[in-house]
């Protein structure tokens, strides 16, 4: 794959199936001069979904769907990251330091397509989710029975910490492709519902970022809470920008 098609990839799908070929064309005519420009396109984009061409009915409202999901399981995976970490407890004892993850919640159950309830939908969505998720769950198993039988002991440390990730993200991968295979079933929630999720998971993960910062601010920061602030920082920036986009077009 070319570095042209690569780039053209990052961007949204309405705007790759509208003017894919043009932008291929254009950032493999300029050269790699034009990647710069072409990545903050594609960033402006995604913040933008207002902008985003319509080229089948409720496509905006999918892809964002499946994006807010994503967005999730990126949280998950660089909160599992920072763990075991007093600043992100999700836990009834510690509720200030908790807090984040109600906003969080809130954005998830707003975003979560609402499947018919009739059987014929239903028997889909049930095919749909063991086609998806058997491999991943196939995945968690065998991970586990490796810890169980202590065999995860003989293997080096790399190999084992690099299983386990390895395994973490394919689970957040088909979690993610099992929403965009739902939402073509279930009717995705509405422009101001969507609206509604992004400010809410923006506002907890702004949240997130900052006891995260409090906690870089202590006398002895240490190194990866840096760049946990950092990414919380940059997910939270980017699920508000887009939730405000969505208000003004629904205003």
């Known amino acids: 794959m070319s570095a042209a098609a690569f780039l053209t990839l990052l961007y949204p799908p309405a705007v790759r199936e509208r003017w894919g070929e043009d932008i291929t064309y254009e950032v493999s005519a300029s050269g790699i001069r034009s990647w710069p420009d072409a990545l903050k396109g594609a960033a402006r984009l995604w913040l933008h979904p207002g902008d ?6 409720g496509q905006t ?55 018919p309830l009739r059987g014929e939908a239903l028997r889909r969505l049930t095919a749909a989710a ?13 991970l586990c029975l490796t810890a169980w039988s202590g065999l995860a002991g003989h293997l080096p440390g790399a190999a084992a910490v690099a299983c386990y990730w390895l395994t973490l993200g394919f689970v957040a991968l088909r979690l993610c492709t099992l929403v965009a295979r739902v939402t073509p079933i279930a009717p995705p929630p509405s ?4 609206s509604a999720a992004l400010l809410s998971m923006g506002t907890g993960l702004a949240l997130a970022a900052g006891q995260s910062l409090l906690a870089v601010l202590r006398p002895a920061p240490h190194p990866g809470s840096l760049t946990d602030t950092l990414a919380l920082g940059l997910l939270a920036a980017a699920a508000v920008s887009a939730g405000h986009d969505l208000r003004r077009e629904t205003a």
Do not use: K, M
């Open 61 to 115: 409202r999918r892809v964002l769907t499946v994006a807010l999901f994503a967005l999730t399981a990126a949280t998950g995976l660089l909160l599992r990251s920072a763990e075991p970490s007093p600043t992100f407890t999700a836990d009834v004892r510690h509720p200030v330091t908790s807090l984040w993850l109600a906003p969080l919640l809130v954005g998830i159950v707003l975003a979560a397509p609402l499947p």
């Open 191 to 194: 422009t101001p519902r969507l």
């Open 52 to 57: 985003w061409p319509e080229t089948v009915t």
């Open 130 to 142: 063991v086609r998806t998720l058997a491999a991943p769950a196939a995945a968690v198993t065998a």
